[in-house]
């Protein structure tokens, strides 16, 4: 044991004096040196790292601060908005947003731990700067670091078409449709007399597109009366909103595959556009079974982080809509990857966006030039609430309201709009509500 020892110290410091070596004849200059093998400790960095290797290439264009902000519409929600604003030594700025659900704290810190990777370097290159936040974080993205790196992102392509000239969707090639992007509002109605009244409403703005979901929480092994509910509510939306209003129904992961495929299964005559989450999107085997007991077609995705996250759903054919939410996925660059990589298997794109309205513009830009999209969802009502008027208040414009059924184009360059700091000082963070937290009868955890 002891003879082992000696010839693994040995080995250790042969590998550190020969990485040593190397330096001190010439070896490429590095911006980081690890001082021992297992040791995780860096030297000091002197700018983002690689730096140096763009030097020649450079825009000219720097970002010299980094700041980020809470905002808290009320004391009872659990998404405070998180945004991320980034500024250049030629004064363009670039705003982002990271807004997670019940974790609003966490992600700011998180994007501050990124203060090294931003400081100094060229918000033209998106994709180098990506890479090394995802990267050398080591620990591979989940929500949290997913989230923080989405606000970066965004704000680093507003920068880029802001430096441009060109609205981000023409920098991604797009639009595909010159009439906007299309998509849904939100429904609640409970009675048919209130689902009467949003179906007239739908029509006089050319909304064709609208979602709702199930009532109750629900065990894996169901019994018929709730499940009679949930199939009764999906029933009376299609009779009430008629057949010229496409209806998604989401499920937000309530059921297990064999509730969900009894439910599906009992409302394929009404022909919906798609089931959402009829199970949590980690377990694909799960959603698999369900999706070869319908041909309603499957959705789902919101929840998960980077394109790396949905390569099993696309490889094994298991969902026809994929939903990634573009504060959380990764941004701009993560959404535009997923998309592509899901296009190739004929696989739809209805992203997710129930935060707050930057990511919501920003996924507006994405859409536009993809050619696999079907959908965005809004989390607004088909009548404007405050919440809208607040966002038209922050940007001078109804942001993320619908006209004729469609999200209009910006002309204006990056995501198309501009903001002050001063105009979120009226709502000042407030700390993060946690989300809601169900149980079933006998006390265990339901998913809600």
């Known amino acids: 044991m002891r003879l082992l020892w000696r010839n693994f110290v040995r080995r250790r410091n042969f590998l550190a004096l020969g990485c040593a070596s190397l330096a001190a004849a010439g070896s490429p200059a590095r911006s980081t040196v690890r001082t021992d093998w297992c040791d995780c400790s860096f030297l000091p960095q002197a700018g983002p790292a690689g730096l140096g290797a763009f030097s020649d290439i450079n825009s000219g264009l720097k970002i010299t601060d980094l700041k980020v902000f ?7 929600s659990d998404r405070p ?14 705003w982002g947003e990271g807004t997670l659900e019940g974790k609003a704290g966490a992600v700011m810190a998180c994007i501050n731990d990124f203060r090294d990777f931003l400081i100094g370097a060229d918000p033209m290159q998106v994709e180098h700067i990506w890479e090394s936040m ?21 704000a680093l ?12 969707y023409k920098l991604l ?22 689902l009467l009244r949003i179906r007239q409403t739908a029509q006089e703005q050319g909304v064709t597109c609208v979602k709702s979901g199930i009532p109750g929480y629900y065990e894996w092994l169901e019994r018929r009366p709730k499940i009679e509910r949930a199939i009764k509510a999906i029933q009376l939306l299609r009779e009430t909103l008629g057949p010229d209003i496409d209806i998604a129904v989401d499920f937000h992961a309530k059921t297990s595959p064999s509730v969900a495929s009894i439910i599906v299964k009992e409302v394929e005559p009404l022909n919906l556009l798609f089931v959402e989450e009829p199970c949590p999107p980690e377990n694909v085997q ?4 369900i999706a070869r007991r319908s041909t309603t077609p499957i959705a789902t995705g919101e929840r998960l982080i980077t394109s790396y996250g949905c390569r099993e759903l696309i490889e094994m054919g298991v969902v026809d809509v994929l939903q990634t939410d573009i504060n959380h996925v990764g941004g701009i660059t993560a959404l535009w990857k997923v998309a592509a990589t899901a296009s190739v ?36 009502r088909v009548k404007p609430t405050a919440t809208d008027k607040v ?9 993320m309201r619908m006209l004729d059924g469609r999200f209009p184009l910006s002309q204006k360059p990056g995501l198309g709009f501009e903001l002050s700091e001063a105009s979120l000082t009226k709502y000042p963070f407030r700390g993060t509500r946690p989300m809601a937290r169900v149980f079933h009868d006998d006390a265990s955890v339901a998913e809600w």
């Open 70 to 76: 809470g905002i808290s519409l009320n004391l009872t």
């Open 81 to 94: 908005y998180v945004f991320v604003k980034l500024e250049t030594n030629q004064g363009l700025v670039g």
């Open 134 to 154: 995802y990267v050398h974080s080591f620990y591979r993205a989940g929500p949290v670091i997913g989230s923080a790196i989405s606000g970066i992102d965004q």
């Open 157 to 168: 392509w507003d920068l880029r078409g802001k430096a441009l000239g060109m609205p981000v």
């Open 173 to 194: 090639g797009g639009p595909f449709d010159a009439r906007g992007v299309r998509g849904y509002y939100h429904v609640d109605g409970a009675t048919r007399e209130e």
């Open 286 to 289: 799960a959603m698999e079974k």
């Open 345 to 380: 298997s004929s696989i739809s794109m209805a992203p997710h966006s129930c935060e707050g309205p930057i990511g919501g513009l920003a996924t507006i830009h994405v859409d536009a030039a993809m050619p696999n999209f079907l959908v965005q969802e809004i989390c607004g």
């Open 391 to 399: 966002w038209e208040e922050w940007l001078g414009f109804p942001a």
